[in-house]
């Protein structure tokens, strides 16, 4: 199953367009995870409680736990999230905050470090910028944690850069980049 982690707020988004046509190339079926309608809320201390006394119980079967499982069950991930501010929006560190579950998508071993068992063999990182992108605070972010730590072989990123700058035709842009990403 492909897994279209979806965190793109606005309704005519151009990074969604991009993930869009990455996922037609992918295959039929892929299930969409909305992060931005699911409206994940950053873990605070009394849902932290209750979920490391699930994590040491190894009991995994409450819905705090279906994030995780459905990223970790996956067979291919597509993450789609515009580079704001340097970074992505808030939303998708909230569900980073919501899957990072020991003994789901990682483990650790005697000396402390982590083992990834993550089913995913590939994620891929779509993101649009206005102006010029640096992957080193979204897409960096992402790869590390994805190759380090989830145990997902390979990252790719699909990107556009300069939608917003005078001269630049950002409608061009996105339909070469739909082009090149269709003729894969």
Known sequence: MVLYVKCCPRSDSRT???AT??????GDYYEVLDIVQENLLPLDRDTLIMREAFIEQSNYSY???DYAKQFAFADTIVIAAPYWDLSFPAALKSYIENIYVTGLVSKYNENGAPIGLCKAKKLYYV???GGPY????SY???DKLATEYFGIDETELIYVDMLDIDGY???KIIEDKIKEIKER
């Open 134 to 137: 640096n992957p080193d605070f």
């Open 16 to 18: 969604d367009k991009l």
């Open 63 to 65: 819905p705090i736990f």
């Open 140 to 142: 960096g972010y992402i």
């Open 169 to 171: 035709d950002a409608n």
């Open 127 to 129: 993101t649009t910028s």
């Open 21 to 26: 046509a990455l996922l037609e190339t992918l």
